[in-house]
């Protein structure tokens, strides 16, 4: 049988790197030096096209009378929310484009309670209007799960165990690019890795449906 279309079992890093070696038919020393990046670039893709389990988070925090600027958690890829507490009520600020909050807060003389967050820079959100006294904020948020590449060579992810096939094809389109192999090649790699994360992604979605429900329930829009 084609190596291509065995079953794929549980993947270990070890065993990850070495099938990849199997199908690429290559253990040349740049090429497995650069297996890690490989992988990590195959999570990223993964990551941020759909969710896995464990990825929400909640994080309390702190914005700073005066200052319109709240840093993000390491692992923070997007946010589902951010609240703010004031005498024990949760209000629910709107995600907005960084323009708005130019637009809408001009005057750094104006303070009040924080309506509007955007995202500053890859590790900042910014608030509007500026915070007129310290506030306990809290997060929900996507974060970005450990990389396999950091678990050691028996270790294991939730992708590794779970999305096996999703896992290996991105890490062998990521190789195959890397090889300059054939397009035709390349091009088979991909289908194979839509399809098993179309597979991902409809039970992500289902059950963030659900959650999003309950959720939903709970909010406090901004006044």
Request: one cysteine or more.
């Amino acid at each position: 049988m084609d190596s291509k279309y065995c079953v794929i079992m549980s993947l270990t890093l070890s065993t990850l790197k070495s099938t990849v070696q199997n199908y690429l038919e290559t253990d040349e020393t740049t090429f497995v030096n650069n297996l890690n990046t490989f992988i990590e670039n195959a999570e990223d893709r993964i990551f941020k096209s759909v969710q896995i389990p464990n990825q929400r988070k909640n994080v309390d925090g702190v914005l700073t009378a005066s200052s319109r600027f709240l840093t993000t958690p390491t692992d923070f890829l997007a946010p589902f929310s951010l609240a703010v507490i004031d005498s024990n009520t949760y209000y629910y600020l709107d995600f907005k484009h960084n323009s708005f909050i130019k637009e809408f807060s001009p005057s750094t003389s104006f303070s009040s309670r924080p309506r509007f967050y955007a995202i500053f820079d890859d590790n900042t959100f910014e608030v509007s209007p500026i915070p007129d006294q310290n506030y306990t904020a809290e997060l929900h948020y996507l974060a970005k799960p450990q990389s396999l590449t950091v678990q050691g060579d028996t270790g294991t992810t939730w992708l590794s165990t779970n999305a096996e096939e999703t896992l290996l094809y991105g890490t062998l389109i990521e190789g195959a690019i890397y090889l300059k192999l054939p397009a035709d090649d390349i091009a088979q790699y991909e289908i194979r890795f839509k399809e098993s994360l179309a597979r991902l992604k409809n039970l992500g979605e289902g059950r963030d449906t659900r959650d999003e429900m309950r959720y939903d329930s709970l909010r406090i829009n901004v006044s």
